[in-house]
């Protein structure tokens, strides 16, 4: 007999819910954290304007703590739904924004337009985004010919576009005289630490639309992964739903790198973690990854600030460290 | 009697290569029709066509009285469903949600199935006879249970006809026929036109009520099995030596193969 499963959205309500639960336990504790010592009363004391009394600890807090977390969340957000979409649409498992190249591609565009002296917003998220695009463009091109989908000449394109994009921010990087170049190299390898509210704010309302589009279009992610041909049976709008979705996804990547350079491997890590926890359907998987890569880069951004002694390091290193051994893992069990 | 497809002087060809070459034939609806022919005849380009897939670069195609492009999407999907030769399960859906896509074409702007989908659903996987599976990955089944899998997802979609790509291909005997009886209650009892491409012609002769015989993308020959299965157009078709006499199960024609060893020299 089957069991009568709980309706879709009230596993969805729940899930989420949960997962925001955790979110939200974890931008207070990176709210908490750092080189001004508070303890977590004093910290959630002001958050709630209930000790208003400490100047200093509520200006750190609202300055420089509050907008960094919050930056973290959005980001971690946004590349981990960048991986979850490129895994659909491509099929591939091991699709990501960053190991495709396209935030590098996305880094490129923004290195230039920082060296033309353009605001953050518009300036450089656009130049970022045409970046982005081209790299896109260019390797569905290479690894296409009958079959785009090909496991290998889609990661093998990937890698070389990645190392032609390293080169050309090398070489943008060694021709520039500019004394920003230390800001440069520090955001390059994934930056947190830039936003205040105000540019957070904008952040927020470029990726959230992007979000919703995606959730709206997480059934037909469902289908497409049937193939294309038995999902166009089923009523889907393939080119649309494809360009729609890529589109979105390098917009959504090429404004997080214009604001905090490049994090790699987020989207592989919290997409695959929830897929393996919740399953395989999109409709789940999209809020999930929202809610849970926001999670994972505020942890990683907390160990990133508190592992060294002194200063920091780039939440970016931690990422990479995380995420290319568990690329390797998941590369030896598809070979399989 | 009705005509569930209506195809007239259909063509297309990829490149310079010509497919299809001026196909017309009907099917009626609640009709077992199998499409016969060998290799690269066109069989799967004329699938796709009959699906929506590909779009013919020439001819007519009705369905159901309709030309195809005058179809939404979504309301062709509702109308026709298909099978395809060759699915992987890439990722691990059970086979519940798996049949439960076959709602997809009827579901609102968010995308989330009610309870009278979960319901069709339970029905399709009860009516393949696959309860027992039903909670199980689709990456632990076998090629034949997968395929029924397949033809659940199709039934879910409650259309009115059912297109297959060659459903037995890789399946052992027993559960050749038990997919081919299963397409037959399905015609009979929900009265959904199943057209399929077949390439044995035992079980063609078996169970389909016409046949469409098409040889280099042409009609070759078409109609009842033992209108279509006889001796000088298999020939012609698949260019080897058959033997075609009734079977002994009934009034139908049966092919053997000749190998060379076997024939008679003159």
């Known amino acids: 007999m089957i069991n009568a499963k709980p309706i879709l959205l009230t596993r969805l309500m729940i899930i989420s819910f949960l997962l925001l639960m955790v979110l939200v336990a974890v931008m207070l504790l990176g709210i908490s954290v750092g080189p001004t010592q508070s303890t977590m009363r004093n910290v959630l004391q002001t958050i709630f304007g209930m000790h208003a009394s400490d100047a200093m600890l509520n200006t750190i807090i609202w300055k420089i703590r509050f907008p960094r977390v919050l930056l973290s969340a959005l980001v971690g957000a946004a590349l981990s739904l960048g991986g979850l979409v490129f895994q659909a649409l491509l099929r591939n498992p091991l699709a990501e924004p960053y190991i495709l190249g396209i935030s590098g591609g996305s880094a490129i565009g923004a290195i230039i337009g920082i060296l033309m002296g ?73 930056d947190l630490s830039l936003g205040d ?66 994090v790699g491997f987020v989207g592989l890590v919290m997409p695959h973690l929830l897929r393996l926890v919740f399953g395989p359907d999109h409709r789940i998987l999209v809020p999930a990854c929202v809610l849970g890569g926001g999670t994972y880069l505020v942890v990683c951004d907390i160990l990133a600030r508190t592992l060294p002694k002194q200063g920091e390091i780039p939440a970016g290193v931690i990422t990479a460290m995380i995420g290319a051994p568990l690329f390797i893992y998941l590369l030896k069990r598809t070979a399989k | 009697m009705n005509t569930a497809i209506d195809v007239k002087n259909l063509s297309h060809s990829f ?84 049949v439960l896509m076959g709602r997809s074409p009827y579901l609102g702007i968010l995308g989330l199935e009610e309870e009278e989908d979960m319901e069709i659903a339970r029905q399709a996987i009860a009516f393949t006879g696959m309860e027992n599976l039903a909670h199980r990955k689709l990456d632990q089944l076998s090629g034949g249970e997968q395929q029924r899998v397949f033809i659940a997802r199709a039934i879910c979609q409650e259309p009115d006809v059912i ?40 079980l063609a002769a078996m169970y389909a009520d016409h046949l469409l015989l098409i040889h280099d993308g042409q009609v070759l020959c078409q109609g009842l099995p033992d209108e279509v299965l006889t001796y000088k157009t298999l020939e012609e078709a698949y260019g080897c030596t058959l033997l075609v006499d009734e079977s002994p199960l009934g009034k139908f024609p049966r092919v053997t193969l000749v190998p060379k060893k076997y024939m008679i020299k003159e």
């Open chain 2, 163 to 202: 297109l297959l790509d060659e459903p037995t291909a890789s399946l052992d005997l027993a559960y050749q026929v038990r997919i081919m009886d299963l397409m037959e209650r399905l015609k009979n009892e929900k009265g959904i036109t199943v057209v399929m491409v077949s390439h044995d012609v035992n």
């Open chain 2, 15 to 98: 490149g310079e290569h010509l497919v299809l070459k001026n196909i017309s034939f009907q099917v009626p609806t609640k009709d077992f029709f199998i499409v016969i022919g060998p290799n690269g005849s066109g069989k799967t380009t004329l699938m796709k066509a009959l699906s929506g897939i590909l779009k013919p670069q020439a001819g007519r195609l009705e369905i159901l009285n309709r030309p195809i492009d005058r179809y939404q999407r979504k309301a062709l999907a509702r109308t026709i469903a298909f099978v395809p030769q060759m699915l992987s399960a890439d990722f691990p859906f059970t086979v519940f949600e798996m």
């Open chain 1, 118 to 190: 353009f605001s953050r917003f518009p300036g450089v998220s656009l130049t970022a985004f045409t970046g982005s695009i081209a790299t896109l463009v260019l390797i569905l091109a290479m690894s296409s010919g009958q079959t785009i989908l090909k496991k290998d000449a889609l990661l093998l394109s990937g890698v070389m576009v990645n190392a032609f994009c390293a080169a050309v921010i090398m070489f943008l990087i060694s021709m520039t005289q500019d004394t920003r170049l230390h800001n440069i190299i520090f955001w390059l390898m994934g």
């Open chain 1, 197 to 262: 509210m105000r540019q957070v704010g904008i952040l927020a309302v470029i990726l959230l639309p992007c979000f919703v589009l995606v959730f709206w279009l997480s059934n037909p992610m469902n289908l497409l992964l049937m193939g294309k041909e038995l999902a166009q049976t089923m009523g889907v709008n393939i080119k649309l739903i494809t360009v729609t979705l890529l589109v979105a996804t390098s917009f959504m990547v090429s404004a997080t790198v214009s604001y905090c350079g490049l």
